[in-house]
């Protein structure tokens, strides 16, 4: 069983938990995610190590309300368990040695691309972040991203926060200046995001990261559910990435393996719902 | 009541097994129950009269964990089922699962002087019968021998590391067992489906037995990320360790289409439904989604289980597809039996050439091309040859891929001064030895894709080479 330390509602849809984790915490690197179930028959959900502590011991997960199972483990509570918790699971990201980074964050995807860019920065790198979501009271990580940041750039699609608009229309400028080259670009968020800027940056022929969040099952390539096409080549998520290079991912063929479940999410999520409004049991 | 001295001469001349009860075919596609029921106490004595008590019994040779089979054929002949078990458990530490899954055709029972005229004796009858029986009556711990004060770490809880886990234990060492998943079993748990081996009511009761030994099971532990092997000896102070992590890699055909909505991985597919129990969603969380019509492609015994799962998830039509002729199909007769009794229907000497979308993304058919038999190639089968032409369209709407595993590269990837075999398996010397001073490994990380008793052996051996290892040290 692993203990939730800490819990922090960071927005109305997205939640911050510290769960002890010590041999996970050993161990984990930018870039890895872990994998966890709520309960005894939960299904097995992967999520990016937002944070980790060696002297806590501790994981930081950072998660969005959206289905069954990420509503229940935002109904849970400081000092509450979860029955399981591995990791940690994937390649680590491979930082460059130098240079100038662009890191691209939205929505929830901030959570995973923190982590990113707190290692660029401490390893010395000029990293110039740009962090967008629909509306300013889903804007997360705005301190942290800016305290690990050469600049920060903001947007919400409207207008609350920032510029009003999309983090591509941040990155079009830094892209066409030509007197800063941009050494790598790295974005992590929902899969048109992804996708968006993938099409955006390669005619510029700047390296530009991915970090992938597919369906998975086992996390340690024993079942290939997370399968993807990288430069066409089937790769397994899970143990081949998580992070890959945007240009060389088939997005439409990710964008439609996300949706396998989608009617079967449903269903779960009503009847989660429907359980919590009868007051039966969680 | 003893059987009289008239009846027993007839069962000594019995020809064949005495048949076990089962579920009903029409009846057992509608559960996910077990299907066969075994035997009850009077046909399991008279089963065992059939047993000549050969003086050099030849059926023991076939058995890789070394079971005196004719010693705990003899109790069951005088009804002393407590002392059988006791004498099974000797050199079994799984007799539930292996009465049920074991392949005694090709081991133990190929070997009995019955079979030579009509049919073996039921041995594995006759194992799972003992292993029931004490299952049901509460299971005896043997007492705890003198502590040895070395450590061994165990890599994986398949059979192979649950062999090796016990029997070491059993030899006074303390022994911890490492595994990724947050259920014990490896692919007893996530591979063998609940009709063929129930996981509450047998596995996890084995299981529980070894935990009883002194066994420390640490689940959610992934070796080779969480603490590498390495960190096993430096860190953790272990003075020996096992791998036994199985060939939990999936093999895919490579042809197009394959990663299309509603292809599975056998794998992905078995654990679904196994390990996640999606067959009892929405109790249970995990989905699974499945078309009228499913195509399992390979004829072993994955591919089997694979279709028969199908059948019991609601599908309406479920097809093997294979390349070969039903004389090289992998799986074990009574597998092949049971799913054509369910009604699989079997797809011979056909294969797959492209996995056809949708508008959606979806599966809606697969091409197939006929084939036929040519030379024998480097397994000494047929060699599959596509019949020009032949192509035609299969209509379905689920695809699963059974065509076979390849080691699990964690380990290998993260251990320094391992040797490596060819597709990526560990090289083992027959007491399962690496090429690293310590560290043994067996099963199906050493042989690529076998059997569960085989990988029971190998724990087994290995178990006893660390034992001689650890008190030269």
């Known amino acids: 069983m692993f203990k939730i330390v800490t819990k922090r509602v960071l927005s109305a849809v997205n939640k911050l938990m510290e769960i002890e984790a010590p041999l996970v915490a050993r161990k984990a690197r930018p870039g890895q995610f872990i994998i966890l179930r709520v309960r005894e028959n939960g299904e097995r959900i992967p999520l990016t190590v937002a944070d980790s502590s060696k002297e806590r011991g501790t994981i930081t997960i950072i998660f969005q309300e959206i289905g069954k199972t990420t509503k229940e483990l935002g109904s849970l509570q400081e000092g509450d368990y979860l029955s399981d918790f591995v990791g940690p699971l994937g390649r680590p990201m491979e930082l460059p040695s130098s240079g100038r980074v662009v890191a691209v964050g939205g929505g929830v995807g901030i959570a995973p691309i923190y982590p990113k860019v707190k290692a660029f920065y401490d390893a010395g790198l000029e990293v110039i972040s740009i962090i967008g979501a629909r509306t300013a009271d889903l804007l997360i990580l705005e301190d942290e991203m800016r305290a690990v940041s050469s600049e920060l750039h903001i947007c919400t699609d409207d207008g609350t926060k920032g510029h009003h608009g999309f983090v591509s229309d941040l990155l079009q400028p830094l892209l066409d200046d030509t007197s800063k080259k941009i050494d790598e670009i790295i974005a992590v968020g929902p899969l048109p995001m992804m996708r968006v800027v993938a099409e955006q940056t390669r005619p510029y022929g700047v390296k530009t990261l991915v970090s992938l969040n597919p369906i998975m099952v086992d996390g340690t390539g024993m079942c290939g559910c997370c399968r993807v096409t990288v430069g066409g080549e089937t790769k397994f998520s899970c143990v081949d990435g998580p992070v890959f290079d945007a240009h060389q991912v088939d997005f439409a063929e990710l964008t439609r393996r996300s949706r396998t479940y989608l009617d079967k999410e449903k269903i779960a999520l009503e009847k989660f719902e429907h359980e919590c409004r009868c007051g039966g049991e969680k | ?473």
């Not at chain 2, 063929?196 to 959610?220: H, S, T």
């Not at chain 2, 990320?225 to 992590?245: P, Q, R, Y």
């Not at chain 2, 249970?284 to 072993?300: N, S």
């Not at chain 2, 697969?366 to 038999?373: I, Q, T, V, W, Y």
């Open chain 2, 1 to 473: 009541m003893p059987l009289e001295a008239e009846q027993v001469k007839l069962l000594r001349k019995m020809k064949e097994k005495h048949p076990m009860p089962e579920q009903d075919h029409a009846e057992r596609i509608k559960n996910f129950n077990e299907v066969p029921f075994g035997y009850d106490a009077e046909t399991a004595v008279k089963e065992a009269m059939r047993c000549l008590q050969c003086k050099d019994p030849a059926c023991v040779e076939g058995c890789p964990v070394e079971v005196d089979i004719p010693a705990f054929i003899k109790l069951i002949q005088e009804e002393r089922f407590a002392e059988g078990i006791k004498k099974l458990k000797e050199k079994n530490n799984l007799p539930a699962v292996c009465g049920r899954v074991c392949p005694q055709e090709s081991q133990c029972e190929s070997f009995c002087l019955r079979g030579k005229k009509g049919q073996p004796v039921a041995i594995g009858r006759l194992e799972r019968f003992l292993a029931d029986y004490e299952l049901a009556k509460g299971v005896e711990t043997p007492a705890g021998p003198d502590r040895t004060g070395r450590r061994v770490a165990i890599v994986g809880s398949g059979p192979a590391g649950l062999t090796a886990a016990g029997d070491l234990a059993r030899m006074g060492h303390e022994v911890v067992l490492f595994e990724a998943f947050h259920s014990t079993g490896g692919v007893l748990r996530y591979g063998i489906p609940e009709f063929r081996l129930p996981k509450e009511k047998i596995l996890q009761r084995e299981v529980d037995y070894i935990a009883g030994l002194g066994v420390d099971f640490r689940k959610n532990v992934v070796i080779g990320k969480t603490i590498t092997v390495d960190e096993l000896f430096d860190e953790e102070g272990f003075d020996a360790v096992f791998i036994g992590t199985g060939a939990g890699l999936p093999q895919f055909l490579g042809i197009p289409g394959e990663n299309l909505n509603g292809v599975y991985s056998a794998n992905e597919f078995l654990t679904r439904v196994n390990l996640m129990k999606a067959y009892l969603f929405p109790e249970w969380d995990t989905p699974i989604k499945l078309a009228k019509k499913v195509a399992v492609v390979g004829a072993g015994n994955v591919a089997m289980d694979s279709a028969r799962t199908a059948l019991r998830l609601g599908a309406e039509e479920v097809h093997i597809v294979y390349r070969r002729s039903d004389k090289e199909m992998p799986a074990r007769a009574e597998e092949i039996e049971h799913a054509k009794e369910e009604g699989v229907i079997f797809n011979l000497l056909t294969n797959p050439i492209e996995i056809i979308s949708d508008e959606n993304g979806w599966v809606k058919g697969m091409e197939c091309m006929k084939m036929e038999l040519g030379e024998p190639d480097d397994s000494g089968r047929a060699r599959p040859v596509p019949i020009k032409g032949s192509e035609f369209i299969f209509d379905v709407g689920t695809v699963v891929i059974a065509i076979g595993n390849s080691p699990n590269p964690l380990i290998p990837q993260t251990t320094s001064g391992l040797e490596l075999g060819r597709k990526g398996t560990i090289k083992a010397d027959d007491n399962g030895a690496t090429s690293r001073r310590g560290v043994y490994a067996g099963g199906d990380i050493v042989t690529g894709a076998a059997t569960v008793i085989l990988a029971m052996g190998a724990g087994k051996t290995a178990a006893r080479a660390i034992d001689r290892y650890l008190k030269s040290l």
